[in-house]
């Protein structure tokens, strides 16, 4: 079934009608739809990943145009497990947003819009038709991120749509500088015309200098991320969650299939300062997002300067131009989505708990949402490299990369940055469990914190009631439920508690870490083969 690979782009963008078509009639429409089409996406990426595992990679020409004319998808081992993700992430987001919210029907036809652009994303091989898969993905974004309703929310959309469009004219400039030198834009079309027009021609490296920079904007490397910071903390915490782990996964990817499906390593062999300045500059990322990160007191911006470092290793990864390093890229590039998301979810969670998302509130959280505190922290050493979870398998990799490739630079940075990742969490996991809650300020507040129902329950992740929130009340907190005392009278009915919802996401990403990590060989035995193609 060959045709599952444009049913991943086409579905998700037919079912984001549904929500404005029937929202005003039908004011759950939107999260209906939206869970109808992450099941559908999953089911075609399964059908996908079945394919390209029992018979290799395969393409499909769109209306039946051959390429390099036609547009063509191409499905392999690298990019059927990122539909894969896309999928997972599609569907813990709307699991999770059915109580978290948004609730508007503008929030679930943009989340699928998005959707729909970061699975093109991954499986186009066309240059041009990644600009527009890019775009889609950009745009939705955009209005994702202005869904937070708020002074700073549009402020933060603003920026990233003025720094957006600048990343994706570079990009689009890039493409046009590589169609006058060679006349094709198909990926695999452009990897057999360069050699003929020369690597150091001055439109091809024009052309490649303006792709990366273009695709550096949107995977926010230094100093290049300004957009990130604000749009991460200022999202809903669902909108959040879905960005940190697919859209600059989305530009990282495109960088690697720019310089391994359409430059190849005889570019790096020929020129072999561009893809050089290319580590330069992701690792300072790593160690400038980090030492951010550390100096951060919102949690929220603290994890929004760690994926400036986290895609800074990985696209450190693939510039380092060897088989064991961008496989160590593409493993963080995916084992860093999940992580990340469940991160997201794992703070607006707590944050509803403990009264706000500072390091400092997270004090003593853990006795009130044990739970979920735990996920958090098993997610935190993840991304830091603690094996067996997926971070030390991807960051191994890389570090191993490095120095295979004489880069003992590289592998410096790869161990500094695991140190300050460590920093920024240690002190995070610190408060949860090492710190008492602050006291309360009243005494109807101390009456209820002592209240053994209220410990037990209201302020615990494991007695929430999914169906407690209503769809207006929800968009704003992780959940907050009238519960039964002893008596079996309601008390404190405004004691904030974790949805299950939240629960499960965190969890299930907590475990898929640590499941991921304990079969990276598994993951490296199907990107060989794609990665034996560019480095026979």
């Known amino acids: 079934m060959t045709d599952a690979i444009a049913l991943l782009v086409v579905v998700p963008i037919v079912l984001s009608l549904a929500p404005i078509a029937v929202g005003k009639a039908w004011n759950r429409s939107g999260w209906i739809a939206a869970a109808l089409a992450a099941l559908v996406h999953l089911g075609l990426s399964l059908t996908v990943a079945a394919r390209v595992f029992a018979t290799g990679s395969f393409s499909y020409a769109v209306g039946d145009y051959a390429p390099p004319f036609g547009i063509e998808l191409v499905a392999d081992g690298v990019s059927a497990t990122l539909v894969l993700l896309v999928s997972a992430v599609t569907l813990a987001v709307v699991v999770y947003a059915r109580t978290a919210g948004p609730h508007t029907s503008g929030f679930y036809s943009g989340l699928l819009l998005l959707t729909a652009g970061v699975s093109g994303v991954f499986v186009t091989g066309d240059l041009f038709n990644l600009y527009v898969f890019i775009e889609i993905t950009g745009l939705a974004t955009y209005a994702l991120v202005a869904t937070g309703r708020s002074p700073a929310a549009a402020m933060a959309s603003l920026k990233y749509l003025l720094v957006g469009t600048i990343g994706a004219s570079l990009y689009l400039l890039g493409v046009g500088y590589l169609y006058i030198s060679t006349g094709t834009l198909n990926m695999a079309d452009l990897a057999a015309t360069l050699p003929s027009v020369g690597y150091d021609s001055p439109l091809v490296l024009t ?67 561009a893809l050089d300045a290319l580590v330069i500059l992701a690792s300072v990322s790593v160690v400038v997002g980090s030492v951010l990160a550390v100096l951060q007191s919102d949690l929220k911006r603290m994890l929004a300067y760690s994926s400036v470092a986290q895609f800074g290793l990985v696209i450190a990864g693939f510039a380092i131009a060897n088989t064991t390093a961008v496989t160590g890229g593409l493993i963080h590039l995916v084992g860093h989505a999940i992580m990340k998301a469940g991160l997201f979810v794992g703070v607006g969670a707590l944050a509803g708990v403990a009264g706000g998302r500072t390091v400092d509130d997270l004090a003593g959280v853990a ?24 971070g030390f398998a991807g960051k191994t990799h890389i570090a191993l990369g490095a120095v295979d490739g004489g880069r003992w630079g590289d592998a410096v940075v790869a161990v500094v940055s695991t140190l300050l990742t460590l920093a920024y969490f240690a002190r995070v996991v610190e408060r949860m469990y090492f710190q008492d809650a602050p006291a309360p300020e009243s005494a109807a507040d101390a009456d209820a914190s002592a209240d053994p129902v209220n410990d037990g329950v209201l302020a615990s992740d494991g007695g929430s009631d999914p169906g407690a929130l209503d769809a207006a009340d929800a968009s704003d907190a992780p959940g907050a439920s009238d519960a039964p005392d002893a008596n079996g009278a309601a008390d404190a009915p405004d004691a904030p508690t974790v949805s299950i919802e939240a629960r499960l996401v965190v969890v299930a990403a907590a475990v898929g870490a640590v499941v991921l990590g304990l079969f990276a060989t598994d993951l490296v035995a199907v990107f060989e083969p794609v990665l034996e193609v560019y480095f026979e």
Not at 367 to 390: K, T
């Open 207 to 273: 052309g490649f200098g303006l792709l990366v920079v273009g695709l550096a904007v949107k995977a926010a490397l230094f100093p290049l991320h300004t957009w990130q910071p604000g749009a991460y903390a200022e999202s809903p915490d669902s909108v959040t969650a879905y960005i940190s782990a697919l859209v600059s996964t989305a530009a990282a990817y495109a960088l690697f299939r720019v310089i391994y499906a359409v430059f190849t390593p005889a570019f790096d062999a020929a020129v072999p300062f």
């Open 367 to 390: 006795d009130r949402a044990p739970i979920v505190s735990a996920a958090f922290a098993v997610l935190a050493f993840a991304l830091v490299g603690v094996p067996p979870a997926v």
